[in-house]
């Protein structure tokens, strides 16, 4: 293992442990641990009330989040609790992202948030009322009308439930 570290010039990436071989943690990026980082910052800066630079990080985080955290295995039980907390921290960036661009009045730049978020996660109504809202203030009732009928079916026809009261409002 090492020399096939060695050459790919990552030398020093594995030492020698009590009982063992240990990554060298300092050695290495992970990207996970980038992305959760970038997510991080964006909520404390977020607090802070500096959206431009928590957009910043939440903008940064997605471009690392590449799909679902080794999604070449799938069906492997030993991994799916960190890929769903990896998805869900991915989702909630992606809303806080949303609603930055809102806080802005960057309407188009939520809208196609919205529309990333709905393409990995179609029954968040979250992201449907943050897409209608956009789509209103854009000017576009009648698409923002038109997505609520579509939200109304999938929740409807994929979940069996009614959208929630907060979505009947936005559609009023």
């Known amino acids: 293992l090492r020399e096939q570290l060695r050459a790919a010039g990552l030398s020093g990436v594995v030492r020698v442990a009590a009982a063992g071989y240990a990554l060298n943690r300092d050695a290495i990026w992970l990207d996970c641990e980038a992305f959760e980082g970038l997510i991080e910052e ?53 809303g806080s992202m949303v609603d930055r661009y809102v806080d802005l009045g960057e309407y188009a730049r939520a809208a196609d948030a919205c529309r990333r978020g709905l393409a990995r996660e179609p029954y968040r109504e979250g ?27 999938v929740l409807e026809t994929e979940l069996g439930v009614r959208p929630t009261p907060q979505t009947e409002r936005v559609y009023r």
């Not at 854009?138 to 009928?149: D, N, Q, S």
Request: aromatic share 10%.
């Open 42 to 94: 964006g909520q404390r800066l977020q607090q802070r009330g500096r959206a431009r630079e928590a957009l910043a990080c939440f903008e940064e985080a997605e471009r690392l989040y590449a799909g679902d955290y080794l999604s070449d295995d799938l069906y492997a039980d030993w991994c799916a609790v960190e890929r769903q907390r990896l998805r869900e921290t991915y989702l909630d960036a992606l």
């Open 127 to 153: 992201f449907h009322r943050g897409l209608m809202l956009c789509l209103t203030r854009l000017g576009k009732r009648e698409r923002a009308v038109a997505h609520y009928h579509h939200c109304r079916q």
